[in-house]
């Protein structure tokens, strides 16, 4: 298993940025997809946006798309999501998990696990 600790949230106004963070440890982080999925009050999880292992696969979800980057450094284990022009309802908590399997690619929630404990981003208006 590999353990992930999402941090970089944060209160910010309509428009600001934030820049979200999944440092790993554990397994072989490398060799995994990394997803960032959000979670609102009573809602499901969504996806926001995922990275394959080696970075040359990069998905958004059409409400993040040409505001949000994902991007990673596997030297240092971390994966980051970078969030410009943020929006009121981007207010969620923030997870972020590695894929099921060595070179696996999804962008759904079952295709992932090893959740972090979650940041929580508040986007006021």
């Known amino acids: 298993q590999v353990q992930l600790v999402e941090s970089g949230g944060g209160l910010v106004q309509a428009g600001g940025s934030l820049r979200l963070s999944c440092a790993a440890s554990g397994r072989t982080f490398s060799f995994y997809t990394v997803g960032w999925f959000r979670q609102a009050p009573g809602k499901e999880r969504d996806f926001v946006s995922a990275?394959?292992?080696?970075?040359?696969?990069?998905d958004y979800a059409d409400s993040v798309k040409g505001r949000f980057t994902i991007a990673r450094d596997n030297a240092k284990r971390v994966v980051y999501l970078q969030m410009n022009s943020l929006k009121p309802e981007a207010t969620a908590v923030y997870y972020c998990?590695?894929?099921?399997?060595?070179?696996?690619?999804?962008?759904?929630?079952?295709?992932?696990?090893?959740w972090g404990q979650g940041t929580q981003v508040t986007v006021s208006s």
């Open positions: 998990g590695t894929g099921r399997g060595i070179y696996s690619y999804g962008t759904h929630p079952p295709d992932f696990d090893s």
């Open positions: 990275i394959s292992w080696s970075g040359a696969r990069t």
